[in-house]
């Protein structure tokens, strides 16, 4: 037993909320074996919103700011943070959950869609700071290092994931903006001293409006800022769904409104009205009335006209269904529900979206639930061209074969909320013409722009430490694997010649001596990748966060069929680290099957491996050799469990999430009893080990009994803990090893 920081283990959402009921009473048994403490952060929707509102709330109901704590606990060397995928909450995904609480007798405030008072300005403030990528820019206080394990790729080398063959003359494409988006408007610079900047408005009769008071720069720090202008982006998405129209393809639209949740909420409501013209046309004055937000999509017209009178309603939904049969077909969400690409912005999210339309040979599924060619519309042109690159390539020379194809690692730029572009207060949709600028202490000007009424402005900032420890990460990373890596950056992109300049001079700082490193313009970088692929060679990707977000779900789902099993570590600046789970796409349409049939098939292999990466980190950094025998040691189980085919069924009645939990456990205290590097250990878990295999069919039968049943967990967004764990952890068996498990 021995003296260690502790594991903080996340409460978070939906399906992988229900698989820590299951999976971290095991951790915490285990790991107090050797001293290890586990303590827990809600970091969940509900908890962010109840931890907002503290004077609404009864003294029983209060909780702490948990996401606050993490946020000071990441800048502390000893750091251990077991991150699992949450909601970045679009507004009717707020709005649901604000419902929700209410409803259980929590009174926080309703979402005020346009304030009018003070009181409803600060609520609207508070509920801004909630929604959307909330959680990741407070954790993520260091770069990304994001990769399959060998085990993984080697399974899913021997067990191939899907990918369809692409039809012969396939028309699928990918339509960009050419002018008049923020990778045309963006303007770029590096700080060469510290200064206190503010964002100011500049209207045409020289009145000022201070959009920004405060924007503290530091020396060395990237400062960018670029306009997406309302009338190009309305031409775009008018000629796009034109020819979609007239060429047979599937309309689908592809943003990114939880992680960018200021820009494109907005450009995803464009696409809405130009699609829906006719309606919002005819139906202006009760659409006003109503206050539908086409920001929200088209679902948030549906919800408000649902009370209204019938012959009013059956007006409105006349003239959608005449709109849906002028227009181009749009690509489904769910097909048998008629949910729409243009339903919800959350459901719109690029990264989730796109690699499946490659998957399935550049289609997408129609409203008949038949899969149709596409054409894919990103409106920035910023990344647009590496999908347009990766369909160009499975064109010509088909689909990836998951058999064969090379690994694409990724060393990804986020320390310190770099790159955070179109998601938080330096974004502003413009009301009055002008110029928006930034302006230093000094008042000279930095960067500036006309702009006109409805356009985007947005400005982002990437701090210089930030870039150096990327640089150091992706060295590091090519060296330990022997691996070429790519800088995916544009010289003739502002912002990417701005760290171009910086990534060369940091190089010159490490020993690069027989390593491959190369900068590529995105396109050509995913041009080289997808040739180095097809050849079964690897390449890590080192990019920015856009595209770390982008190629970290793309390679993966292309490669392994997910980006769930990805293991995701992130060295934190002073010295901890965060270890987070995969992503977290497929987690509600999981909770709707559990709910109806008590079968949960969210696979928590990618929770097992931060755990093995965690327990690793802190046996080596704070000489704690039993946490790294438990950490190798579920490195073991989980080959085992690949090996095995333990994941856990589609369907109900078979191995599920709580079977996969037992027998992940089972592999794990099996390899500590086998293994030779602690004695002691091995003599404290043989006893477990014996006792889980005598026990299996025992366990599987009560696991099996608990499935086919509606469960009732007491909420979506904030459910009754006691209820699920109790629906969790269903083998009275299987719990009773478990909670006998002593420290040694």
Known sequence: MSNSPPILYTWTDEAPYLATHAFLPVVRAF?????????????????????????????????????????????????????????????????????????????????????????????????????????????????????????????????????????????????????????????????????????????????????????????????DASRMSRSALVAFLRRRLGEAKEEGLLFSLHLKAT????????????????????????????????????????????????????????????????????????????????????????????????????????RMWNADGELQDTLAVIPDSSYAGIYAAVVEDCQAHGPLDASTIGTVPNVGLMAQKAEEYGSHDKTFEIEVPGTVRIVDAEGSVLLEHAVEVGDIWRACQTKDVAVRDWVKLAVTRARASGTPAVFWL??????????????????????????????????????????????????????????????TDLFPILEIGTSARMLSIVPLLNGGGLFETGAGGSAPKHVQQFVEEGHLRWDSLGEYMALAASLQHLGETFDNPGARVLGDALDDATAGYLEHSRSPSRKVNELDNRGSSFYLTLYWAQALAAQTADAELAAAFAPVAEALAAAESTILDELEAAQGAAQELGGYYHPDPVRAARAMRPSTTFNRVIDGISPV
């Open 490 to 551: 544009d010289r003739h992109r502002a912002h990417d010649a701005e760290l171009i300049a910086k990534v060369e001079a940091a190089l010159g700082e490490h020993d690069t001596e027989g390593l491959t490193l190369e900068i590529l313009a995105p396109v050509q970088a995913m041009e080289y990748t997808l040739a180095r692929c097809r050849k079964g060679e690897d390449t890590i990707s080192v990019t920015g966060n856009v595209l770390r977000d982008y190629l």
């Open 31 to 223: 790991a107090a074996v050797t001293g290890v403490p586990v303590e827990t952060r809600d970091i969940s929707l509900a908890g962010r919103v109840l931890a907002s509102f503290p004077e609404h709330l009864e003294a029983d109901q209060r909780v702490d700011d948990d996401l606050a704590d993490l946020g000071r606990l990441v800048e502390e060397p000893e750091a251990n943070v077991i991150k699992l995928p949450n909601i970045s909450a679009s507004i009717p995904q707020l709005k649901a959950c604000i419902a929700e609480l209410q409803a259980q007798g929590f009174a926080v405030p309703d979402y005020p869609d346009e304030p009018s008072s003070d009181a409803e300005r600060e609520v609207k403030v508070r509920y801004d700071r909630v929604k959307g990528s909330a959680v990741n820019p407070v954790l993520r206080q260091g770069n990304s290092d994001r990769r399959a394990p060998k085990s993984v790729k080697a399974h899913a080398q021997a067990n191939p994931p899907r990918n369809r063959a692409w039809p012969e003359g396939s028309s699928t494409r990918v339509a960009t903006m050419s002018e008049g988006d923020f990778r045309h408007t963006e303007r770029s610079l590096t700080l060469a001293s510290a200064t206190e900047a503010r964002i100011e408005h500049v209207a045409e009769d020289g009145s000022v409006t201070v959009l920004k008071a405060s924007l503290p720069l530091k020396a060395g720090e990237v400062l």
């Open 259 to 362: 992680m960018m949740k200021v820009s494109d909420p907005i450009i995803f409501g464009h696409a809405v009205r130009v699609f829906f013209d006719d309606v919002f046309a005819k139906h202006a004055e009760l659409i006003e009335e109503l206050g539908v937000d086409p920001n929200q999509g088209v679902g948030d017209l549906l919800s408000r006209i649902a009370a209204l009178p019938e012959s009013q309603r059956s007006a409105v939904e006349a003239d959608l269904r005449a709109a849906y049969e002028q227009g181009p077909a749009l690509a489904m969400v769910n097909s048998d529900k008629g949910i729409t690409n243009l339903h919800v912005p959350s459901d719109v999210i690029i990264d989730a979206s796109i690699p499946p339309m490659i998957r399935d040979g550049g």
